[in-house]
Each structure stands twice: as structure tokens, then as C-alpha cells.
């Protein structure tokens, strides 16, 4: 099946400062997602970006699916955006497959 | 409008023990998922529905696990003989249609823990 891996695994940043997060994928996709799983758990949809460059806020996302890559911008973080941060892609069964996700924790 | 829910929130049982979890989906939504999030990991899909019928169960780990959807709408998942290791964060999530270019949005989770 379709792997996907994240970088880094673990990130701590300053209040303010900007970052990018890293998703590589193993084969071509019709569907990937960005989400934040909260300190609660609930994880949020951030971007639907199988191709292309979306922007919603301090977040941006760019997928490059001829390189099977996909980034994940955060600027000028805030503490509530820690938490952990997913990429999921579906396989054929319409199958999220998620990658082992980006712990972020953004100190004041 | 709201989101998907899931009861209960917590789930505390024995080994040994029958459970169940339901998933209330998004309105309207027709294609539901359940997923498995152990410790640290990211979440392993189960089985989803398109309507009352499982599309696809290949993620269920065992015959000790089941999942129904006799109306199309809310979902139970079953799990028969609970083991220490089935503990986790069952996740269910919904979207409009099951194609291959939908979001799938979650629900907050079951956290089971078996003892």
C-alpha cells in the first residue's frame, strides 16, 4: 500500500516564529488532507490539496504531486497551534492513509 | 450545523468484555469511516459504509470485530472478547459520497481502554 512519511517528526517553536511541516507520499494521489489534532483529540480539517497551493489564514499548504510531496506552512504561530499535525492521503477503497504526523508545541 | 459525534466519549470495560461505539454522521452524508489511533500514531482506517452496506472491511484486525450501519445513518462498531490491546481512540468520520475527491471530516473519538 501507499506510504506516507512526515518531517519533522517533532518541532518546538517560538510564539511568532514561522514553519514548515513535510509530507512525502509513495505513489500518485486524487486526495490528500491536512488536518491539527488538538490537545483534545479532535482532529481538524486544515486543507483538501491533492495539487496546487490553497491559503486560509496564517496556514498555507502546497502539494506537488508530480514529486509526490506535499508542505505545510504556519506563520507567525500562534500557542494554540500546537498540537499534532497530519497528513493523510486516500488509497483505492476510498482509505485515509495517514502519515505518523508532526508533534508541534509552540511555546509564549 | 453540527459535526459528527461520537458516544460514549470514554470507555472504561474488562477483558474479556462485549462493547459497543456509536457514530452519529454529518446530516446528509452518506459514506462513513471508522478509523483506530493507538498511543502516538496516526490514525488506521477499519471498515466505511456507503449507504447500509460495508464497502470495504479489509482494515478490521479480526472476527472479534464488527460494524453496522442498518439505516445508513448512525454506525455501531462492535467489539466481541475484548483484549488489553484493542485500547485506543476509535475515530469515525463521514462525508458527502464515498469518490475519491471528498473530505472526510471526524468526530471526537471513543477512547477505550481495556483493563
Known amino acids: 500500500g501507499i506510504q506516507v512519511e512526515q518531517s519533522p517528526p517533532d518541532l518546538i517553536l517560538q510564539e511568532g516564529a514561522n514553519s514548515t511541516l513535510r509530507c512525502n507520499f509513495s505513489d500518485s494521489v486524487n486526495n490528500l488532507q491536512w488536518f491539527h489534532q488538538n490537545p483534545w483529540g479532535q482532529l481538524i480539517n486544515l486543507f483538501y490539496?491533492?495539487?496546487g497551493t490553497k491559503q486560509n489564514g496564517r496556514l498555507s499548504a502546497t502539494t506537488v504531486a508530480t514529486e509526490r510531496y506535499s508542505l505545510l506552512y504556519i506563520s507567525s504561530s500562534q500557542t494554540t497551534d500546537s498540537g499534532v499535525y497530519f497528513c493523510?492521503?486516500?488509497?483505492?477503497?476510498?482509505?485515509?492513509?495517514f502519515g505518523a504526523g508532526t508533534i508541534l508545541r509552540v511555546k509564549s | 450545523g453540527a459535526g459528527v459525534s461520537q458516544t460514549p466519549s470514554n470507555k472504561v470495560t474488562e477483558k474479556g468484555k462485549y462493547v459497543e461505539l456509536r457514530c452519529d454522521p454529518i446530516?446528509?452524508?452518506?459514506?462513513l469511516y471508522w478509523y483506530r489511533q493507538s498511543l502516538g500514531q496516526g490514525p488506521e482506517f477499519l471498515i466505511y459504509?456507503?449507504?447500509?452496506?460495508?464497502?470495504?472491511d479489509s482494515g478490521l484486525p479480526n472476527d472479534r470485530f464488527f460494524a453496522v450501519r442498518p439505516e445508513g445513518s448512525v454506525s455501531t462498531l462492535k467489539i466481541q472478547r475484548t483484549e488489553r490491546g484493542d485500547s485506543a481512540v476509535y475515530l469515525c468520520a463521514s462525508s458527502v459520497t464515498a469518490g475519491l475527491a471528498e473530505t472526510q471530516y471526524f468526530g471526537p473519538g471513543t477512547r477505550l481502554l481495556v483493563l
Open positions: 446530516s446528509g452524508h452518506t459514506a
Open positions: 493523510a492521503v486516500m488509497e483505492y477503497g476510498n482509505k485515509l492513509v
Open positions: 490539496i491533492p495539487s
Open positions: 459504509f456507503q449507504g447500509t452496506g460495508a464497502a470495504d
